[in-house]
């Protein structure tokens, strides 16, 4: 019997490995496809940038409503995908208040449609999903570095996102909250915003000339942006554990939805974008409001 089982327990290893390398492929495929547009678009700027995170802040807002549920789907989606597109052009033309204003009262639109029952859930996905394509215009459209605060942010977050990860594997310990995401470890956390946070310094520091801008103010803001994405990564597992979803959508092979990929850099480069609004000059904040104190 024990000569029996043996080439099956063989098989069913073999199987599973194949079955990981087969979901490896398509994971590894579409973070190469998607970085390359966001470097690419980032490089290009102008509308093109601005309609590449318009469409990737639909598709946070679709994932949203479809989550949420509730009335009047389709009149919800015309809405949201227009409040959105005004509300882009309005924030890289300098009009950041007025988009979030557009938001704000789109958002109380979409909830009257949804009905009483999702009102208060459906309402802010627009806000959710207007704040990823505003304040990004917002960055990249910054006078003087727009290019430079905008690649800042994607080093701190992809860096913090990629290292927490490893960090976790590697070092393991307690977690982090396990109630809502069993996975996430504190070493995770702590090693993962370190590390995020000196991929910034490292961009700022190989894209300016040398003495430009001070590296630990750069290096502390770093700190502060991992550990909001952190946050915005708790917030998007907290809200599909509540609504019993694993994936917000199947939209990207490997990866779930835009929502999964983009949770924790949406809260990022809000408060990225709030900060250099709060204390540059309006129209002329610019890469020193956010990373010169």
Partial sequence: MKGEREPVVASSASNDGAGAMRDLAPRVLSAIVMVALALGTLWIGGHVFALFWLAAGFAVFWEWQHMVGGERMRARLIVGGCVLAISASYAFGNGAEVAFLLLVAGG??????????????????????????????????????????TLWLFAVVW???????????LIGGPKLWPRVSPSKTWSGLIGGVICGASFGVLTVYYLTKQGEYELLPVFALGIACGLVAQGGDLFESSMKRHFGVKDSSHLIPGHGGAMDRLDGFIFAAAFAAAIMLLRGSGPMASARSLLVW
Avoid: E, K, Q
């Fill in 159 to 169: 860096g913090t996102d990629i290292m927490a990860y490893f960090s976790g594997r």
């Fill in 108 to 149: 109380f639109v979409i909830a009257l449609l949804a009905g009483s029952a999702r009102a208060l859930w459906a309402g802010p996905g627009l806000v959710y999903a207007g704040a990823l394509v505003v304040s990004l215009c917002v960055l990249r459209g910054a006078m003087f570095a727009g290019f430079l605060v």
